[in-house]
C-alpha cells in the first residue's frame, strides 16, 4: 500500500494544494499478460457482496418472482460498472482515496464525509452480522450446536485474518473463492436451463404484481457492490498500487500539472482498470444469472425461499436437487466459503474506509497523534464496529436476511449519493485528457438515477403512499 503515514494537516485543503505535478513520474501500465497479475482489486470488488446480492437474494428474487425482474438484474450489474469506473478514476490518476477527494469538494467543512460515514456506520454492523449469521446456517447443519455460537466465531476468526493477514490475504481467497464458485453454479444452471422465452420475457422491463420492494431494493443494492463496496474499491486499487498511487514519496497528485506523458501514462492505467472492472462484471453477472435460473426452476415450484435460519438448508437445494447428496453438501460448502470470504472483504473495505475517513474527520478538528494514525484506526474499527457491535446485534436481533435487507437498502438508497459526489468530483480535479467520455458519462448518470427512483418507490412503499408491502421473510 502506498505511504500515506502522515496527512496534510490543512483543513481548508482545496485541489490546488495537492502536489506539484510536473516532477512526477507515474510507472509504465502493465501489458500482455502481466495485466493479469492485477486483477485482484476488481476480484474483491466483486466478492464484496456476492453473499448477499448474489447468493442470497437472488434466488429468493427468482424464488418469489421468477424471471420477471431479470432486467432489473442486468441494470443494476451493469449501471454499477460505470460508477466503479470512475470510483477507479479517481484513485488511479490522483493516488487519493476517495473519501480524500470527497474533503475537497467545496461546502462546510468535511461534509461529504459525515454524509457517508453515518449512514454506512449502520450497513457495517448489519453486514458483517447478516453473513455470519448466514455461514452459521451452514455450520450448523455440518457439525451442529447453536446459529449464534457459530456466528460469534466467525465474526472473531474472519477478523483475525484481516487484522493479521491484510490485502495480500483477503485478495487471495476472494479470488479463489470467487473463481471456484461461478464455475460451479453455472455449470449447475445448465442442467436446469429454462427456455429462452421464459429469459426473453424477464427482460422486458415489467413490476411483478403486489411486489414487495423490501425485498427488491436490498437485492438491488447488494448486486455486484454496494455504495460501500464502490468506495472500497478506491482503496483497493491504492493497496494494489494502480497509476498515481504507486508514485513513491507522494501522497497525491495533482493531475492538472502532470505533462503530457505522464497523463498519456495514467490513461493506459485506466485500460487496465477497463479490464479489469469488465472482467468482475461478466463473472458477477454470469454468477448472478446462474443463482436467478437455479432458484426460478428449483426453489420457486417447491415454493421455497431462503429464511431467516434456514438460509444454508434452503441454499442446499439449488444443487441437491440436481446431484443429490453430493450436491447439497458441495453447496453447503459454497455456501459458507462465499458467505466468509464476503464477511472478509466487508471487514477489510470498511476497516479502511472507516479508518480513512476518521482521519479526515479528527484532523479537521486539529486532533493528532495515535487516533490520526491510520493503522491503530484500522484495527480500532474492526475490533468495534466490526466485531464487538456484529456480534451483539445478532445477539439480539437472530435474523440474518433481514439484517441483510437492512444493509441492502441503506446501501441502493446511498448509491445515487456516491455517484453524484464522484461525478462532480472528478469533473472538479481532472483535466480533460483524463474525464470520462460522453458514453461513460451519460452511463454513469444513468447509474444514480435508476438506483434513485427505486429508492424513491421503496420510501413510498413504505410509508404507505403506494401499495402496502408485507415481510416474506
Known sequence: MSSRNERDSSTQQTASDWEEGNAVQVPQPPKGGDRFKWLGPSFLWMLSAAGSGELL????????YGYSLLWALLAAVILKWFI??????????????????????????NWSIWLILLPQAVVAVSTVAGLSGAAATAL????????????????????AIVLFGQYNVVEKISSYVGIARTIAVVTAAIFVFPSFRQLANGIVPQIP?????????PWLGFMLAGAAGLMWYSYWVEARGYGAASVEGRQRINPKQLNREEKKKLQGWMGL????????????????????????????????????????????????????PFGFWFMIAIVFITFCSTVLSVEDGFGRMFADGTQI??????????????????RFYIIVLLVALPIAVYLFFGQPVGLLQTAGAIEAAHIPI???????????????ELQPSKFILGGTVLAGLFFAVFAVIYLLQLLGFIGASSSSG
Not at 434466488?59 to 418469489?64: E, G, H, Q, T, V
Request: with cysteine; glycine share 12%; proline share 4%.
Open 273 to 324: 482498470t477497463l479490464i479489469s472492472n469488465t472482467l468482475a462484471v461478466v463473472g458477477a453477472l454470469l454468477a448472478a444469472l446462474s443463482f436467478l435460473i437455479l432458484g426460478g426452476e428449483l426453489l420457486r415450484p417447491q415454493g421455497l425461499v431462503p429464511r431467516e435460519n434456514q438460509v444454508a438448508e434452503t441454499l442446499g437445494r439449488l444443487l441437491g436437487d440436481i446431484w443429490g
Open 361 to 378: 474527520l479528527l484532523q479537521g478538528f486539529g486532533v493528532r497523534g495515535r487516533w490520526t494514525q491510520e493503522k491503530f484506526l484500522q
Open 84 to 109: 466503479n469506473g470512475e470510483v477507479g478514476r479517481f484513485t488511479v490518476c490522483t493516488g487519493a482515496t476517495i473519501l480524500e477527494g470527497f474533503k475537497q469538494l467545496p461546502g462546510p467543512k
Open 57 to 64: 437474494f437472488t434466488p429468493r428474487i427468482a424464488a418469489l
Open 209 to 217: 404484481q403486489n411486489v414487495q420492494y423490501e425485498e427488491i431494493l
Open 418 to 432: 456516491v455517484t453524484g459526489l464522484t461525478l462532480y468530483l472528478n469533473h472538479r480535479m481532472l483535466p480533460k
Open 140 to 159: 450448523v447443519l455440518v457439525t451442529g450446536g447453536t446459529n449464534q455460537l457459530w456466528t460469534v466465531i466467525i465474526i472473531a476468526v474472519t477478523a
